[in-house]
C-alpha cells in the first residue's frame, strides 16, 4: 500500500493527462484498489501497475520541459523509484513520465500568485464524511503525504523522517476504529 500511495501521488502531480484534470483521480484509486490488493507476487503487482499507468495514454516527448536545478529548494525525492523493486520496464515508465512530466497548469494544485504557496482548491476534502471507510481513510493519509512530499518545503524540519512516515500512517488510518482515534 505504501507503494501504491507513492505512485498514486507520484501520477497525480506529474502525469500530463492526470494533472490536467481529465480524470476524478481519489476514484481512479478505487478503481484499481481491489485488483491491487489482490496480487500474489511482485509481478502481478508491476503488471497491474504498469496497465493502470498505461491507460492513461502514452506521453508525448515533452520539448519544453526543463530539468529541475540542482540547487532547486524543492525538489522531489524520486531515490524510491529505483530503490524500490519493480521491475526494470517500470522504473523506465515513471522516469520517462518524470522527465516529460507536466510543468503547467495543474488542476489539483496552484500556486497563490506572488507568494508561490500551495492552493488545493480542486481537492475534495469530504467534509461530510466524519468517520469515512476504510478506502476514504486510506485516501486521506495518501493525499496528505504526497502534499506534504511535493509541496512542503520543511518537511526536512519535521520530527521523523518524512519517508517513513507513509508506511507507518497507512495502518494507524486504516484501522482507526472511530471518529476520534482517525
Known amino acids: 500500500l505504501e507503494l501504491l500511495g507513492r505512485i498514486w501521488g507520484f501520477l497525480k502531480y506529474n502525469h500530463p493527462e492526470i494533472a490536467k484534470g481529465y480524470y476524478n483521480w481519489d476514484y481512479e484509486l478505487f478503481r484499481i484498489l481491489p485488483d491491487y490488493l489482490k496480487v500474489k507476487n511482485n509481478q502481478e503487482r508491476d503488471n497491474i501497475l504498469s496497465n493502470w499507468i498505461n491507460k492513461y495514454g502514452n506521453l508525448p516527448i515533452c520539448k519544453e520541459c526543463k530539468s529541475t536545478s540542482n ?12 530503490n524500490s523493486n519493480l521491475t526494470t520496464t517500470l522504473k523506465k515508465s515513471l522516469k ?3 522527465k516529460n512530466r507536466n510543468q503547467g497548469e495543474n488542476y489539483y494544485i496552484k500556486l497563490h500568485p506572488n507568494v ?3 492552493d488545493f482548491t480542486n481537492e475534495n476534502p469530504y467534509s461530510d464524511m466524519l468517520f469515512p471507510d476504510d478506502g476514504f481513510r486510506l485516501l486521506s493519509v495518501y493525499k496528505y503525504w504526497n502534499m506534504i512530499e511535493y509541496f512542503f518545503p520543511n518537511k526536512h524540519l519535521t520530527d521523523k523522517k518524512w519517508d517513513l512516515v507513509l508506511k507507518e500512517y497507512i495502518p494507524k488510518f486504516i484501522n482507526a476504529k472511530n471518529e476520534l482515534e482517525y
Not at 540547487?71 to 529505483?82: G, M, S, T
Request: aromatic share 12%; glycine share 6%; charged share 20%.
Open 96 to 98: 520517462e513520465i518524470y
Open 71 to 82: 540547487d532547486a529548494v524543492l525538489k522531489p525525492n524520486l531515490l524510491w523509484i529505483e
Open 116 to 118: 508561490g504557496n500551495p
